[in-house]
């Protein structure tokens, strides 16, 4: 019989089996947990504004990084310096330490050359040499190690706190090679997926207004009438058309009150009869 440690053990396995299926559970920050030497303690905390697309280590130039905000970030110029500081690298020993160790300004292609041509030998001369750098000074970097590469605003060595902008990078892991020199290219960062918004239907046009039904035997006697009025409308302006032409005296008065009869029935008539008797003729045809 299983005991309830083991249970519980296998239980606690299943569960993070399921939350990394699911993403729940992400990579680490390789700065998370360890100590910074001589540079700004809260870093790991510092918000990463950029990404390293590259990092170069050759004995020409040291090492070297890409990243995207080398064309935005600010230059800072420390107290008695003559020139300004834009970024500081850094970098991140796992389970032993970070420190920001050389201060980089415009156009300097990298760390600088070695001076015993071996990153390996010149580390414990050219870049944690006394007690400032704490467990790093102690560390001896061999082939193979892997070691974190990142960068920050402004000037990180020597100072505990912002000096242009509180942004870092990312921090790219790369393997030490055997001969100094080798270079490491990262993928961009996914972009974050965003929700499209639904563009709404345009509005449907209103409906026509609905034609009298000519089935119905009453409207279709009310069509005929009002045709027949049409017509007697008509003749009667026929009538006095003929009797102004013949100079008749009385015709003024005759025509104005058939004008009258005409203006009363010509609203309905525009509007309802004659797209009725079009349609009703037109369905006879069928």
Known sequence: MKTMKQLSS???????????AA???????????????NSPTDVASWPVTTTISEVTLSPEQGISVV???????PDFTPPGWQGPIQYTLWLVVPNVGASGF????????????????????????N?????????????????????GVFVTAGNARGVNGVTSARERSNVALI???????????FAPAA?????PVATPPPPAPPAPAPLPNLSDPNVLAQLIALNAQVVACNTAIAAVDKNVSEGRADNQQFFASVKSAWAQIAEPLLKYVAPAIGGFFAAKKL
């Open 67 to 73: 990243f995207d905000a080398q064309g935005r970030w």
């Open 10 to 20: 296998r239980l606690v396995l299943a569960l993070g089996i399921i939350l990394g």
């Open 175 to 185: 393997t030490l090679p055997p001969n100094d020199r080798a270079t490491f290219t």
């Open 127 to 147: 870049w944690a040499y006394d007690g400032r750098w704490g467990a790093l000074s102690a560390y001896h970097p061999k082939p193979g190690d892997s070691i």
């Open 191 to 195: 972009p974050t997926p965003t929700t």
């Open 23 to 37: 993403g729940f559970v992400r990579a680490q920050d390789p700065l998370a947990g360890v100590p910074v030497f």
């Open 102 to 125: 050389i201060q980089m300004w415009r156009g300097r292609p990298g760390s600088g050359a070695y001076e015993t041509k071996s990153f390996f030998s010149d580390y414990n001369i």
